[in-house]
């Protein structure tokens, strides 16, 4: 019965190494300067979570993006 049950452990073992998700694609690369890749956050007014994209403010206004490592953390 152990060896049944060491056997099952072992298969099990290989397959899940086999069987894991695909490492996540890299981040962009971007350089000071260059045009942010569009992307989508959620924004919240006070009132509702709505989702904005950066290509929603493209030709019609100026974006600065500003990073706060922490920023709301307490630490």
């Known amino acids: 019965m152990r060896r049944v049950a060491l056997s099952i452990m072992a298969l099990?073992?290989?397959?899940?190494a086999f069987a894991q998700t695909p490492a996540p694609?890299?981040?962009p690369k971007i350089k000071v300067g260059d045009?942010?890749?569009d992307f989508?956050?959620?924004a919240f007014d006070g009132k509702d979570v709505?989702?904005?994209s950066l290509h929603d403010?493209?030709?019609k206004k100026s974006v600065v993006?500003?990073?706060y490592v922490f920023a709301f953390t307490g630490g």
């Open 25 to 27: 694609k890299p981040p």
């Open 50 to 52: 709505k989702p904005v």
């Open 40 to 42: 989508t956050l959620l």
């Open 57 to 59: 403010f493209k030709g």
């Open 12 to 16: 099990w073992l290989a397959v899940s």
């Open 35 to 37: 045009m942010a890749p």
């Open 65 to 67: 993006l500003a990073f």
